[in-house]
């Protein structure tokens, strides 16, 4: 069984530019989770999607963060603006369901220069 | 709010040490314990859980219990190998339809031959 699938797996870009990460969850997993983790930080949780509704997102910022999972399937996470804070490594995770056991992709590595 | 609080790492340990990684909680209710494997360049790795207090969750010669009177869900493995280095983390899922995982900061492990 093919795992999560993330890209890239690693970008750099300056202060104030665009990023857009992707990840495919694994096939019939109908909950999708980003996260962002920060260098020597556990992952906190961005937003959580149900199919292709979202669930959970008090977390993520709104003002330069969105993400969307259009046919409850693929998901992209974009910030705009980016900022030196938001270097970090971003985590997309899958599960059946929500009580489920969330398996991770390897990650995107972002550097905010 | 709920949270969950490891010990500092890093870890240094010979091969075949005893290995112990502290892990205590807050939480309201009665959440799902777990401890998460990161290895290096990879993504995270469920390693084992609980779901209830004085269950013991264990896989690949490592075990942790839960336990409620302590809020504690410490990680034991008798003989560490070379291939246990890695960075560890606990984690707690709260209860219902949209409980999320939150992460402690991570142990990171290193084991010497």
């Known amino acids: 069984e093919a795992g999560v699938a993330q890209s890239p797996r690693y970008k750099i870009i300056e202060k104030r530019q665009s990023v857009a990460f992707w990840c495919n969850p694994i096939?019939?997993?109908?909950?999708l989770y980003w996260y962002q983790q920060i260098l020597g930080q556990g992952p906190k949780l961005l937003i959580q999607f149900q199919n292709n509704g979202v669930v959970d997102d008090s977390q993520l910022p709104k003002d330069r963060f969105s993400a969307e999972r259009l046919k409850g399937v693929d998901s992209t996470l974009k910030i705009q603006p980016a900022k030196l804070e938001d270097s970090a490594v971003y985590l997309c995770?899958?599960?059946?369901?929500?009580?489920?056991?969330?398996?991770f992709g390897p990650g995107t590595r972002l550097t905010v220069l | 709010g709920n949270s969950v609080t490891q010990m500092e790492g890093p870890v240094t340990l010979s091969e075949e040490a005893f290995l112990t990684i502290n892990c205590t909680y807050t939480?309201?209710?009665?959440?799902?314990l777990f401890w998460y494997v990161q290895y290096p360049g990879e993504g995270l790795q469920l390693l084992l859980k609980a779901t209830k207090a004085d269950d013991k969750g264990s896989n690949k010669g490592f075990e942790a219990t839960y336990r409620k009177e302590t809020t504690s869900f410490h990680l034991e493995k008798g003989s560490v190998q070379v291939s246990d280095s890695a960075v560890y983390f606990c984690?707690?899922?709260?209860?219902?339809?949209?409980?999320?995982?939150?992460f402690g900061k991570g142990t990171k492990l290193s084991v010497k031959p």
């Open positions: 984690a707690l899922k709260e209860g219902g339809s949209q409980g999320n995982l939150i």
């Open positions: 995770a899958s599960s059946l369901a929500d009580r489920d056991t969330q398996y």
């Open positions: 939480a309201t209710g009665y959440p799902s």
């Open positions: 096939s019939g997993h109908a909950t």
